[in-house]
């Protein structure tokens, strides 16, 4: 191999999601943010998948989620 190896790095990133809460009988009436996070971490892979060349290493990985208070 020639030329300089790639060096891993963390990049740390934050995504916060407002919405309102609800109950399991009228969801209608609330924004489940839950499954907006789950959606986004889905969406990870799409963009390891889809935009980064398969030959090059990547690591995408959400590693902690908080949700409620």
């Known amino acids: ?3 300089a190896q790639p060096c891993a790095s ?3 990133f ?3 999601l407002k919405g309102n809460g609800g109950h399991g009988a ?3 009436y609330s924004v489940d943010t839950i499954l907006m996070a789950a959606q986004i ?3 990870f ?3 390891a998948n889809r935009n980064i060349d398969p030959t090059e290493p990547i ?3 959400a590693c902690t989620i908080n949700g409620g208070t």
């Open 26 to 28: 009228r969801p209608h």
């Open 41 to 43: 971490i889905s969406g």
């Open 1 to 3: 191999m020639t030329g």
């Open 10 to 12: 963390t990049n740390p």
């Open 14 to 16: 934050y995504i916060t």
């Open 45 to 47: 892979q799409f963009v």
């Open 59 to 61: 690591v995408l990985s």
